[in-house]
């Protein structure tokens, strides 16, 4: 299991830009994939980004493509949301999950196929 911290979120205008990280440490050799989910008031849960540990491919949904890029960094153990173009329908709290195994998951973007969460960081914005 790995432990995952979130911080970067914060209040911004629509049109503006936000950078998300996800501290990860524990046993990260383990970890097959990690995403991006996002929860606003009175909504499930849902999936945002997802990248694949062996070897960086993506997915993202429908609504943020082309506006938010996933990536890990490595060497820092680093989950990184870059957002552009933000919309007031992106406000939520955003959490960062990981998912074990080796395969790329047949619902990448499925709550129920990750089992570490972090604590979630609240993204506003503004119109």
């Known amino acids: 299991q790995v432990q995952l911290v979130e911080s970067g979120g914060g209040s911004v205008q629509a049109g503006g830009s936000l950078r998300l990280s996800c501290a990860v440490s524990?046993?990260?050799?383990?970890?097959?994939?990690m995403a991006w989910f996002r929860q606003a008031p009175g909504k499930e849960r849902e999936g945002v980004a997802m990248i694949y540990a062996g070897g960086g491919s993506t997915y993202y949904a429908d609504s943020v493509k082309g506006r938010f890029t996933i990536s890990q960094d490595n060497a820092k153990n680093t989950l990184l949301l870059q957002m552009i173009s933000l919309k007031p329908e992106d406000t939520a709290i955003y959490y960062c999950?990981?998912?074990?195994?080796?395969?790329?998951?047949?619902?990448?973007?499925?709550?129920?196929?990750?089992?570490?969460w972090g604590q979630g960081t609240q993204v506003t914005v503004s119109s």
């Open positions: 999950a990981a998912a074990y195994g080796g395969s790329w998951p047949s619902q990448p973007l499925n709550t129920m196929g990750y089992s570490s």
């Open positions: 524990g046993t990260t050799g383990l970890i097959g994939c």
